[in-house]
C-alpha cells in the first residue's frame, strides 16, 4: 500500500509515488531526486550501449569526408589541368604546322629532315 502525502503548498493529499501534487504541482524532493536518477541510469544505459559504437561511426565518418575531399580535388584538378592540356596541345600543334609550311616554303620537306642511322 503506498503512503498518502500532505502538500506542504496546498495541503492536498496524494500518493507518495506521484512526483508532483496533482492540484498545485509541488514537487516532493524524494519523488523528484528519484525521477532524477532514473533518468541517469538511463543516460548509463545508453552511454554502454552506443559508446561503443560511436568511435566506429566517427572513424567511418572521417574516411567518408577524406573520400569525398580526395574525389572532390581530383575532379577540380581535371576541370583545371584537361583545358591547360588541351591549350598547350593546341599551341604544339599549330606551331608544328607553322614550321612545316615554312619548310615547305623553304623548298625542304619534312621527309628530307628525318635522318636515318645505322648500327654498326
Same mark, same amino acid.
Given at each position: ?10 495541503? &492536498?493529499? !496524494? ?7 496533482? !492540484? ?11 525521477? !532524477?536518477?532514473?533518468?541517469? $541510469? ?7 550501449? !552506443?559508446? $561503443? ?46 614550321? $612545316? $609550311? ?8 619534312? &621527309? ?9
Amino acid at each position: 500500500m503506498s503512503k498518502i502525502i500532505v502538500c506542504p503548498s496546498c495541503g &492536498g493529499h !496524494y500518493k507518495e509515488k506521484l512526483v508532483r501534487c496533482p !492540484y498545485c504541482g509541488t514537487a516532493t524532493l524524494e519523488a523528484e531526486e528519484k525521477e !532524477y536518477m532514473g533518468k541517469l $541510469e538511463d543516460i548509463r544505459i545508453d552511454l554502454e550501449e !552506443y559508446g $561503443e559504437k560511436a568511435p566506429k561511426q566517427i572513424n567511418k565518418s572521417i574516411v567518408k569526408t577524406i573520400l569525398i575531399a580526395i574525389i572532390v580535388v581530383i575532379i577540380l584538378a581535371a576541370c583545371i589541368i584537361l583545358p591547360l592540356w588541351m591549350s598547350i596541345d593546341a599551341k604544339n600543334k599549330k606551331v608544328q604546322k607553322e614550321k $612545316e $609550311e615554312f619548310l615547305k616554303n623553304q623548298g625542304i620537306t619534312t &621527309g628530307m629532315l628525318e635522318v636515318t642511322t645505322y648500327d654498326m
